[in-house]
């Protein structure tokens, strides 16, 4: 591991969650992003860059003023990207969320290429594809705010298989959460509180199918700091002021 001059600062990784409401909401009680956190606690930083109601066209602006090439410490163990909820919207009904599906594909896949350009290689990305739509559930919460049912689970079916495609295409991981949470035609709806967002059971399923993926890559990094047990006693700074690889 590496301090900063004068062993003043100590070098603590981070993974990066970088998506739409999905991500956004993860820090809430119960939360996806917040069970990540407390599983790595210690070990490293998670950083939450969700950003509710965005789509990929709008995220790939972002992206680089979020992460930018630094040292090969600065650069995050792990990286999620979680798109699709909204750029699946259906044009007619939604047209400001919208975006084609061919242009979606090609959002992500400039994503990858960015993060790669700063030293995120493939290995560390997780690309997760957009959960199913509880129809009946999103079309009251659409009637509630004046407007029509504007997205279509099948549709959201097309998105999630290009993000499957494109975690193939550029050597990524992913999680099909589409799939996932339909599979042996389970009923999928308890995993979403509104038909669009996690619910509780939806974040709890995330987490369980992400955890895995993050795993890996952080597995090697060490607790930081010693336990306090093993500080030494007469002399803690012997303990204290070391790498922190413990």
Not at 54 to 59: F, K
Not at 112 to 116: A, C, D, I, S
């Given at each position: 591991?590496?301090?900063?001059?004068a062993?003043?600062?100590?070098y603590w990784?981070?993974?990066?969650l970088?998506?739409?409401?999905?991500?956004?909401?993860?820090?809430?009680?119960?939360?996806?992003?917040?069970?990540?956190a407390?599983?790595?606690?210690?070990k490293?930083?998670?950083?939450n860059r969700?950003f509710?109601g965005?789509?990929?066209?709008?995220?790939k602006?972002i992206?680089?003023?979020?992460i930018?090439k630094?040292t090969g410490?600065?650069s995050?163990?792990?990286?999620?990207i979680?798109?699709?909820?909204?750029d699946s919207?259906?044009k007619?009904e939604?047209?400001?969320?919208?975006?084609p599906?061919d242009e979606?594909v090609?959002?992500?896949?400039?994503m990858?290429?960015?993060?790669?350009s700063?030293?995120?290689?493939?290995?560390r990305i997780v690309?997760?594809?957009p959960?199913?739509?509880?129809e009946?559930?999103?079309?009251?919460e659409?009637?509630?705010?004046?407007?029509?049912?504007?997205?279509?689970?099948?549709?959201?079916g097309?998105?999630?298989?290009a993000c499957?495609q494109?975690?193939?295409d550029c050597?990524?991981d992913v999680l099909?959460?589409?799939?996932?949470?339909?599979?042996?035609?389970?009923d999928f709806?308890?995993?979403l509180s509104?038909g669009l967002?996690?619910?509780?059971?939806g974040n709890?399923f995330?987490?369980s199918?992400?955890?895995?993926l993050i795993?890996?890559?952080?597995?090697s990094?060490p607790?930081?700091l010693p336990?306090w047990?093993?500080?030494a006693?007469?002399?803690p700074?012997?303990?204290?002021l070391?790498d922190g690889?413990?």
């Open positions: 591991m590496a301090l900063c001059e062993a003043s600062c100590l990784p981070r993974v990066l970088f998506g739409d409401s999905i991500t956004q909401f993860s820090f809430q009680q119960g939360g996806w992003g917040a069970s990540l407390d599983k790595l606690v210690r490293c930083d998670v950083l969700g509710s965005y789509n990929t066209r709008w995220a602006i992206l680089p003023r979020l930018k630094g410490l600065d995050p163990v792990a990286v999620t979680f798109f699709g909820a909204n919207a259906l007619d939604n047209p400001k969320q919208h975006v599906l979606y090609a959002n992500l896949k400039s990858v290429r960015y993060l790669k700063v030293d995120v290689p493939e290995h690309l997760i594809s959960p199913p739509l509880c009946a559930a999103w079309e009251q659409c009637l509630a705010q004046g407007c029509k049912l504007n997205r279509l689970n099948l549709v959201v097309e998105y999630a298989g499957l494109v975690a193939r050597g990524t099909d959460l589409w799939t996932l949470m339909q599979k042996d035609g389970q709806s308890s995993f509104d967002h996690l619910s509780p059971e709890e995330l987490f199918h992400l955890w895995p795993e890996k890559k952080v597995s990094l607790l930081l336990y047990r093993d500080v006693e007469a002399k700074e012997l303990s204290l070391g690889d413990h």
